[in-house]
T-cell receptor, first 114, second 112 residues
Framework: DQQVKQNSPSLSVQEGRISILNCDYT??????FLWYKKYPAEGPTFLIS?????DKNEDGRFTVFLNKSAKHLSLHIVPSQPGDSAVYFC?????????????FGKGTKLSVIP | SQTIHQWPATLVQPVGSPLSLECTVE??????LYWYRQAAGRGLQLLFY??????ISSEVPQNLSASRPQDRQFILSSKKLLLSDSGFYLC???????????FGPGTRLTVT
């Protein structure tokens, strides 16, 4: 059973526009969420995270929104740039004893068109 | 600054052969270390987790094992590879048991 779901395998956006990547989770114990960016044949790079005590976290062009009641989070990239083209993974970790364990979604491939 | 190294970058091994993948971290002490696998079309799956030398937690029953002989060295091994062991193997580290994990460049393993 997938506890972290990224339902869109791919997304295409025009350069300069907003990219919105979505992620849903089912485990109510998840209370810390992260986004990673991955280029082909490389390891994922940490982008931004958010704790469940917040509903928004911003870092430059990247903003993550968390809706706990809907068990949904999203990553906004504004403005999108061609270098943002990559696979984006959403990840979540629970509170308590298993907090080291990140559960990843399958990823969304973002293509930013010049 | 901290860096993480993995080698080899790519590996092609026949079924039944042994495996040894190595990961080292520089610039930090007593990191938490992780081995992940990404199979084709799937997300990252945590295989092993270590909080210190000789301390290994296995998350998924499988054909693989892990060891941590030194503080900043993490090794993934197998005595006999299976076709299903093919995938992209990633080592990661973190400074605590909570929060961001930082990944190495990965090893692409193909079992033939």
């Amino acid at each position: 059973d997938q506890q972290v779901k990224q339902n869109s395998p791919s997304l295409s956006v025009q350069e300069g526009r907003i990219s919105i990547l979505n992620c849903d989770y089912t485990n109510s114990m998840f209370d810390y969420f992260l986004w990673y960016k991955k280029y082909p044949a490389e390891g994922p790079t940490f982008l931004i995270s958010i704790s469940s005590i917040k509903d928004k976290n911003e870092d430059g062009r990247f903003t993550v929104f968390l809706n706990k009641s809907a068990k949904h989070l999203s990553l906004h990239i504004v403005p999108s740039q061609p270098g943002d083209s990559a696979v984006y993974f959403c990840a979540a970790s629970p509170s308590g004893a298993g907090s080291y364990q990140l559960t990843f979604g399958k990823g969304t491939k973002l293509s930013v068109i010049p | 600054s901290q860096t993480i190294h993995q080698w080899p970058a790519t590996l092609v091994q026949p079924v039944g052969s042994p495996l040894s993948l190595e990961c080292t971290v520089e610039g930090t002490s007593n990191p938490n270390l992780y081995w992940y696998r990404q199979a084709a079309g799937r997300g990252l799956q945590l295989l092993f987790y270590s909080v210190g030398i000789g301390q290994i937690s296995s998350e998924v029953p499988q054909n693989l094992s892990a060891s941590r002989p030194q503080d900043r060295q993490f090794i993934l091994s197998s005595k006999k590879l299976l076709l299903s062991d093919s995938g992209f193997y990633l080592c990661a580290w973190s400074v605590s048991s909570r929060g961001e994990q930082y990944f190495g460049p990965g090893t692409r393993l193909t079992v033939t």
